[in-house]
C-alpha cells in the first residue's frame, strides 16, 4: 500500500464514522434542539478560529517541496490571497447570524487561544518535532478531507433546521470548493514530509494510531461526553 493510499484509508474510516454517527444524524436531521446547534457553532468556531496559527506552524516545518502549498494555504486562511476572504471572518459571521453577541463571539475566541495553548503546554507524547509536525498536519489534512465531502451537508442542515441564510454559512460552502484542491493537496504534503523526514511505515503507522485513536471530528464538533458514546455505539463498525 502506498502512503498515498494508506493516508486517505485512515481520512477516509474517520469520515465515514463521523457521517454515520448518532451525532451528525442529529444535525442533519432537524430533530435536534436549538441548542445542539448552537454548540455546534461554538465547537466548529472553537476549532477553526485559530486555523492560521496552526499552518503557520506547519509552514515552520515544511520541507521545501511542501512550504509553498502551505504557506499558500495559510495566506487564504488569512484572507491575503487573490480570493480576499478571510476564513476567521466568516467564522464570525456565521457566530454573529446565529445569535452570539460580542461577548459570546469574545468568549469563543478566547476559548479557541486555550485550545492552542493547552496544545502547546500539554505533555509531547512524540519524541521530536519532526513526529509532532506529522501528527497535526495529518489532522489538518484530514478535516480538508472531510470538509470536501460533507460541509456542504452541513451548511444545508444548519440553513433548513437553523434557519440560516448561505450567505452566513458561506465557510461551509467555500470549504466545500475549495478543500477538493486541499485534500489531494494535502495528501501529497504528507508523503513529501514523510521522505523528507525519512520517517519509516512502522512509525508512521504508530503516529496515524495516536492522531487518530479517538474520531477527531466529532470530539472537535460534539465534545467528549458525545465521543465517549459514539465510541461505545459504533465500536462494530470501527
Known amino acids: 500500500m502506498t502512503i ?3 493516508i486517505e484509508s485512515q481520512y477516509a474510516a474517520q469520515a465515514k464514522f463521523f457521517e454515520h454517527s448518532s451525532s451528525f444524524q ?32 506547519l509552514y515552520a516545518v515544511s520541507p521545501p517541496e511542501a512550504a509553498a502549498q502551505i504557506r499558500h494555504n495559510m495566506l487564504e486562511e488569512l484572507g491575503l490571497d487573490e480570493a480576499g476572504i478571510s476564513h476567521p471572518g466568516l ?40 513526529e509532532l509536525g506529522l501528527s497535526i498536519l495529518l489532522e489538518v489534512t484530514c478535516f480538508e478531507w472531510m470538509l470536501s465531502r460533507l460541509s456542504s451537508r452541513i451548511g444545508k442542515a444548519l440553513e433548513t433546521h437553523r434557519q440560516l441564510s448561505p450567505n452566513h454559512l458561506e465557510w461551509f460552502y467555500h470549504h466545500s470548493e475549495v478543500d477538493i484542491r486541499h485534500a489531494e493537496e494535502g495528501l501529497l504534503s504528507v508523503a513529501h514530509y514523510v521522505d523528507y523526514y525519512e ?9 496515524l494510531d495516536i492522531t487518530f485513536r479517538e474520531n477527531i471530528f466529532i470530539k472537535r464538533y460534539f465534545g467528549a461526553i458525545a465521543l465517549a458514546t459514539e465510541t461505545q455505539m459504533m465500536e462494530p463498525m470501527a
Not at 520517517?199 to 503516529?207: F, K, N, Q, R
Open 91 to 130: 467564522l464570525y459571521q456565521l457566530a454573529a447570524a446565529a445569535g452570539f453577541d460580542e461577548t459570546a463571539q469574545a468568549e469563543l475566541t478566547r476559548a479557541a487561544q486555550e485550545q492552542l495553548r493547552v496544545m502547546c503546554t500539554d505533555p509531547l507524547m512524540f519524541g521530536t518535532i519532526k
Open 26 to 57: 442529529q444535525l442533519e436531521s432537524g430533530k435536534a434542539p436549538v441548542e445542539f446547534y448552537d454548540q455546534f457553532i461554538a465547537n466548529l468556531c472553537q476549532t477553526h478560529l485559530k486555523s492560521p496559527q496552526i499552518l503557520a506552524f
Open 4 to 6: 498515498h493510499s494508506l
Open 199 to 207: 520517517i519509516d511505515p512502522s512509525e508512521l503507522e504508530a503516529i
